[in-house]
């Protein structure tokens, strides 16, 4: 890439000030040395040396601004008694601007107090008696007044600069977040409609074509019922597989707070799809795989989306009855709405547990996301078998907008 001419003046830390600082310097070498009663050849030397030492400071002002200032200090007092301390004039302004600008506040302090010693007492000192002392002291601090002032707005300009790309930094990373949060939740969306909906349609034909296992005679169609059963099967396991690698396995106590995360809410729009009227085509494809279902509601319907729960629930509770249960007959599914507008929902069914036994009673996807959605809303949740015989499903849907309450 090529060096601009902004890239080259940076590079070098302002070749400006250098070259006015080597023509300062080169006049002091020329004219200190009327001025000094100290030997020419040595008046040159110190000249030299002090120019080198201006020099370095400027190279390193921006670096290391405090040893820069130390740096010019130093060379400032034999200046003084060459008498050259015009020549250090530049570097030395340089140098303590840049330390205003890049050094905190105390070390800015402490720079500027020693640099209104260092320029005010040796004037005192060479000139005791002079008329003009005070003419000189206050033109040499006043010059250090404008640096330091001219110093104090670029800081200030500086750390505008600072905070507004931080702001944009935060910005930035900010949306990375809400992107990331966004890309959750539609995965978290897929991953919910997938276990929930054709999840429960493969394990209906499962055990829809189980049903239809030994009632024909032709072998044809007994293919036909074994090959429905197969894929089904075989789809219902892909599905499981999609539904884990999209993340909804991931789990969270019964504490965590559901509703404010991507799981919460992707719940809340995925049940919020379906009603209380939905229930009758759900109990429909239970009933046609040969289990005798039952269905009892009381009370009145609450207003607002605890339907689509409610039924998300039960669909997930009459999914399980179909896919793990054994030997069931009988499946009784009840709905109780209190006037608190909370809906108690039941589901047991008369199967063998015995296949159930040692695992956890909401180790499956879909009941544990729904009993961390009710619990987080303040309602209750029970999966088990409580007298070893049926499995019940036992929750309490608490009213649309109640949160959960939180220890003190």
Known sequence: MPMTHRRFLSSWGGSTCLLALLSVAAMSISFSGQRSSAPPMMVRCLTLLIMAIGITAMALRTGRPLLALSMVAGAYLPAVALHAEQSMAIPYSAVLHSCLVRTSARRAAAGVAGTLVLVTVPAVVERPDSDDEGLLLAGRAGAVLCVVMAGLMARAWRARQESLREAERERLRADRVAQQRDRSIERERLAVQLHDSVGHCL??????????????????????????????????????????????????????????????????????????????????????????????????????????????????????????????????????HHPDGSTHVLVEDDGDVRGREGKEPCSGTGLRRHRDLILARHGDFYAGSPDGSGWVIDATVAPEGAERATAP
Do not use: K
């Open 203 to 336: 394990t209906t034909i499962i055990a829809l074509s189980e049903g239809l296992t030994g009632l024909s005679t032709d072998p044809d169609c007994a293919r036909a019922v074994q090959g429905i059963n197969s894929l089904a099967r075989e789809g219902l396991g892909e599905t499981r597989q999609v539904v884990e690698s999209l993340g909804t396995t991931q789990s969270s106590g019964p504490g965590a707070d559901v509703t404010g995360s991507g799981v919460g809410t992707v719940s809340q729009q995925c049940t919020a799809q379906h009603g209380w009227d939905d229930v009758g085509e759900l109990l429909d494809h239970v009933r046609a795989s040969g289990i005798i279902t039952s269905f009892t509601e009381e009370g009145a319907r609450p207003a607002g989306e605890n339907g689509g729960l409610c039924f998300s629930l039960t669909r997930e509770a009459l999914t399980n009855c179909l896919r793990h249960g054994a030997g069931i007959t009988h499946i009784a599914v009840l709905w109780r």
